[in-house]
């Protein structure tokens, strides 16, 4: 395991404090998610199964699709402020690799830290590397989701920041 966790984009004012996270909303029903999706395979295709089953299962009014030009970057400043704009929450994926799950996670803090609640999703093989990168950028504990379905390839899982007791679906799990 690490001792500690070494953030090589870190600029001026990284790690000077903890990460507020977004008021939650109660349900999704008439909100605009934003579907935040890196360059990895399929990721597109899995955020667009992701915005389907919240708009048949929660009644999502709108979702907003918009794609990094780069796994490894951060969102950029256009679409961060679009999505802040424009958005109620938003999912980002997909993390699946060590440096696509730090920047997926990185990308969520951003938009937390901008007021706008946000859901990564990261693969089972990398939750851990994802989980240390939230450390290492001190924002607070997050909850895991169990995967609706499973894949042959990786079990995806969303790494929420809501607690589970202000999830509407907790209940059922």
Do not use: Q, Y
């Amino acid at each position: 395991m690490f001792e500690a966790m070494i953030d090589p984009t870190a600029g001026t004012g990284a790690g000077s404090g903890a990460t507020a996270l977004a008021g939650r909303p109660v349900d999704l029903r008439g909100r605009t998610v934003g579907l935040l999706a890196n360059t990895k395979r399929n990721a597109e295709e899995l955020l667009d199964a992701v915005g389907a089953l919240l708009t048949a299962d929660h009644g999502t009014a709108a979702l907003v699709r918009r794609k990094k030009l780069s796994i490894t970057d951060p969102v950029p400043a256009d679409i961060l402020a679009e999505l802040v704009e424009t958005c109620d929450v938003v999912v980002v994926g997909v993390g699946d690799c060590g440096s696509c799950s730090a920047s997926a996670v990185a990308d969520g803090l951003a938009l937390e830290a901008a007021g706008v609640p946000a859901v990564v999703i990261c693969s089972d093989a990398f939750r851990v590397s994802a989980d240390a990168w939230r450390r290492c950028r001190a924002a607070p504990a997050t909850r895991t989701s169990p995967p609706r379905t499973r894949s042959p390839r990786s079990t995806a899982t969303a790494c929420a920041s809501a607690p589970a007791s202000r999830c509407p679906r907790s209940s059922a799990r």
